[in-house]
């Protein structure tokens, strides 16, 4: 069936309407990583929770920096109105946006809705003026042109920041971290354990998470020697190299060594060197809950999360870091999995909007509708 029509009917929950404003040359994976954990937000909860839109300047197609061709379901003067507006960037963001991009997001900031970058999106709110007083973050390709361009910004490497009512995050996967904790905040842990299950992802990432930005890139090729120390570290965490050691492996001396690391890194070879480990560490404290699963005889990590929740009350994540989850209130109630009513209806027609063509088509799953929300 080429276009669904469904019955108009008030939702059980207000749906947020979010837009996706793409500009040339934007990061596919960055796209995609934020819209999929708002589809399986509307299947697992068998609702239309979120609707999203992507728009372009003008309306015509748009070129992702993969080459593949984007048609956005709007131009900015014809696109609905939204809740939340995210601003998808990708590579050589100075030269791929226009005034009339700056303009218009300046006037929707003036509708006080939620409005936030990925990849180096972040860099276009910036030059609006709508990151001025906010915490920011940006790929970290481009945080350091960021900041030196827009000093009224305060750029972080954390993955992601939620600020009052903007919100920025780097590239990657890093938005899907993003959307879930957005998802938490609006329906609760149990939808967003439900979509990291569902996405297979070990662990939803949080805002005192960072990006690490490769010291290469920081140092450029100046200080090889530099670089070539802590590659060396970084390699060899588990039994940790002694420091005459290591100045002998880069061709230094130890007073040599440890006046790079003091001039261009402000701390000790040693200070360094701990700081690594107990990165590495801290990572491994988050991520070994498949450990414990295989330990104790489960297949896989979401069989485990499941079967734990079921029987001790709560899921191992929030046992291990000592939260507990809310007891769902009394008046939820478990959604129907059946099919969406009535496609069609005689006397009233309406086009449907594009997540709830997509809930319809996922009606069949068997996740659809399996995790209730307020």
Not at 1 to 8: D, G
Not at 58 to 78: F, L, Q, Y
Not at 140 to 164: D, G, H, M
Not at 197 to 218: A, G, K
Request: charged share 20%.
């Amino acid at each position: 069936m080429s276009e669904l029509n469904v019955l108009l009917q008030e939702p059980a929950i207000k749906r947020k309407s979010i837009g996706f404003l793409l500009l040339n040359n934007f990061t596919m994976i960055a796209l995609a990583s934020a819209v999929e954990p708002l589809r399986m937000a509307n299947q697992l909860s068998g609702q239309e929770l979120y609707s999203w839109q992507t728009i372009s300047e003008n309306g015509e197609p748009v070129i992702a920096s993969d080459g593949i061709h984007i048609t956005p379901d709007a131009a900015m003067a014809e696109s609905a109105s939204v809740d939340v507006l995210i601003v998808v960037g990708g590579v050589n963001i100075t030269r791929n946006f226009s005034r009339r991009q700056v303009a218009w997001l300046q006037a929707m900031a003036r509708k006080d809705i939620l409005i936030g970058g990925v990849c180096t999106g972040p860099y276009l709110l910036a030059e609006a003026g709508l990151l001025d007083g906010y915490h920011c973050s940006a790929h970290w390709e481009c945080i350091a042109s960021l900041q030196e361009a827009y000093p009224k910004v305060n750029c972080t490497n954390q993955l992601f920041v939620i600020e009052r009512n903007r919100m920025t995050c780097s590239g990657g996967t890093v938005p899907m971290d993003m959307m879930l904790n957005m998802i938490k905040r609006d329906f609760g842990y149990q939808l967003t354990a439900g979509i990291s299950e569902m996405f297979i992802c070990d662990r939803v990432r949080n805002e005192s998470d960072y990006q690490r930005i490769p010291l290469r890139y920081v140092l450029g090729s100046t200080q090889p020697k530099l670089v070539e120390a802590v590659s060396l570290m970084e390699a060899n965490i588990e039994e940790a190299l002694e420091l005459d050691e290591l100045a002998s492996y880069v061709g230094l001396s130890r007073r040599q060594l440890e006046r790079l690391f003091q001039k261009y890194l402000q701390c000790s070879p040693s200070r360094y060197y701990m700081k690594l480990r107990l990165f590495r560490a801290r990572q491994l404290l988050k991520q070994t809950i498949i450990e414990i699963a295989l330990a104790c005889g489960f297949v896989s990590t979401p069989h485990f999360s499941k079967c734990y929740r079921e029987h001790i009350g709560i899921p191992p994540r929030e046992e291990r870091s000592g939260m507990r989850v809310a007891e769902p209130a009394d008046n939820v109630t478990q959604l129907s999995t059946t099919a969406l009513p009535g496609l069609m209806n005689k006397r009233e027609r309406a086009p449907v909007p594009l997540s709830m063509r997509v809930l319809h088509e996922a009606q069949f799953e068997p996740t659809y509708g399996s995790v209730a929300v307020c």
